[in-house]
Each structure stands twice: as C-alpha cells, then as structure tokens.
C-alpha cells in the first residue's frame, strides 16, 4: 500500500483490545496488549499543595537553609559480598560456556572444511 500509515503498533482491525504491527505495508502475526495507560480527564487529577516558603521575616530571623538531603540506604556489607561472589561464580560459569563454545565452533568449521 504506496502512501499508507507509516509501520508501528496499530489497534488490531480484527481482535478488539489488542495492537498489531503494521510493517507500512501489511500486518504481521505480532500482537501485543496495549501497556499504555488509560486517558485521564484533567477533572480526576488530584493536585499536592506546594510546600508554603518562608517568609522574608522567617529567612532573616533564621538564616534559611535548604533542608537537609535524605540519608542514603542502609549499607548491608554481607549481601553485598554475597551478591558479589554469586557474580564472580556466574562470571566463571560464562568464561567456561564461551570456551566451549569456541571450541564447538572450531570442530563445526575443520567439519565443513572436510566436506568440501
């Protein structure tokens, strides 16, 4: 279709509350459910009050400082370690899958290789 909606995800002409992908020039067998949220009217939003200033007399009569920055997380030094040694041993494992991995793809070439 020359002049057609440009390819994305498109509502499903054929299955309601689904999308599926329009390549510019025919549908795929992709579909997805839309994760868009659903439309709110400005009516339903709920606006926070803004936190009052001080006033001028209030930063003269104190010396008005920014408040402080929340403390940081908790620092748990076992997990931590933990959760480094599991990455060292699943960096280990992936070193010895990729030496494998060489290998097998060695034998697979020197076997085209014979074959020809």
Do not use: C, N
Request: aromatic content about 8%; charged content about 30%.
């Amino acid at each position: 279709m020359v002049g057609g909606p440009p390819e994305g995800w498109y509502e499903d002409p054929k299955v309601a509350g689904q999308e599926r992908w329009w390549d510019g020039q025919a549908w795929s067998m992709d579909r997805v459910r839309p994760t868009r949220p659903a439309l709110i009217e400005p009516s339903q939003l709920a606006f926070a009050t803004p936190p009052a200033f001080p006033s001028a007399a209030e930063v003269s009569d104190r010396g008005w400082r920014p408040a402080e920055p929340p403390a940081a997380a908790a620092f748990d030094r076992d997990e931590a370690m933990a959760l480094l040694h599991e990455l060292q041993s699943v960096e280990e494992r992936l070193r010895t899958l990729q030496v494998s991995l060489h290998k097998l793809l060695d034998e697979v070439g020197a076997a085209v290789e014979g074959r020809r």
